[in-house]
T-cell receptor
Framework: GENVEQHPSTLSVQEGDSAVIKCTYS??????FPWYKQELGKGPQLIID?????GEKKDQRIAVTLNKTAKHFSLHITETQPEDSAVYFC??????????????FGQGTILTVHP | NAGVTQTPKFQVLKTGQSMTLQCAQD?????MSWYRQDPGMGLRLIHYSVGAGITDQGEVPNGYNVSRSTTEDFPLRLLSAAPSQTSVYFC?????????????????FGAGSRLTVL
């Protein structure tokens, strides 16, 4: 099955700096890579996703890049703000009709943005 | 439209007790699933369902049972709780499995249920 490794486990930045979280996956058949943000006491919420036929995707201050050859993808947050402080999870989904919504998640990154 | 609703939010059990975590969604989602979240281990899939009457095991199914009698509800049962089942449990759903359209793979999560087994 798929295995997703996420680094770093904790990340501390100053407001306005950039933050980068990296993930690697093991199954070359995976074709969908979402990122979820979990605020304290809440469930994870999708912030951005990318499919394997795209190398980069941006949405305002967040972007995701994908390197299929190296089997890794990254989340980039620019101009960080205190409200970006949360736990971030990467995930990968295997291709194929039987995989449905089965995502394999990384271990999570606790991002703290200091004012 | 309440989304995904989980109850209870907090529960303390003694070893060997049984209980059911409830999950309901009002979005007419076909796919529903249960994850557990443990420190340093991310979210791990316990069981999932692609429609009423259909369930299957995920990555960590041992000690848990599920059923899907209606589209809206997907309860998770612990028949004999163990301390290793202390965790935060999340129910998540998506519209329709296997679609390739935008948003088809977006899981909507509930707020979570924190379970402590003593």
């Amino acid at each position: 099955g798929e295995n997703v490794e996420q680094h770093p486990s904790t990340l501390s930045v100053q407001e306005g700096d950039s933050a980068v979280i990296k993930c690697t996956y093991s199954d070359s058949a995976s074709n969908y890579f979402p990122w979820y943000k979990q605020e304290l006491g809440k469930g994870p919420q999708l912030i951005i996703d990318i499919r394997s036929n795209v190398g980069e995707k941006k949405d305002q201050r967040i972007a995701v890049t994908l390197n299929k050859t190296a089997k890794h993808f990254s989340l980039h947050i620019t101009e960080t703000q205190p409200e970006d402080s949360a736990v971030y999870f990467c995930a990968a989904k295997e291709a194929g009709g039987t995989s449905y919504g089965k995502l394999t998640f990384g271990q999570g990154t606790i991002l703290t943005v200091h004012p | 439209n309440a989304g995904v609703t989980q109850t209870p939010k907090f529960q303390v059990l003694k070893t060997g007790q049984s209980m059911t975590l409830q999950c309901a969604q009002d979005m007419n989602h076909e796919y529903m699933s249960w994850y557990r979240q443990d420190p340093g281990m991310g979210l791990r899939l316990i069981h999932y369902s692609v429609g009423a009457g259909i369930t299957d095991q995920g990555e960590v199914p041992n000690g848990y049972n599920v059923s899907r009698s209606t589209t809206e509800d997907f309860p998770l049962r612990l028949l004999s709780a163990a301390p290793s089942q202390t965790s935060v449990y999340f129910c998540a759903s998506l519209l329709r499995a296997g679609l390739r359209s935008a948003g088809a793979n977006v899981l909507t999560f509930g707020a979570g249920s924190r379970l402590t087994v003593l």
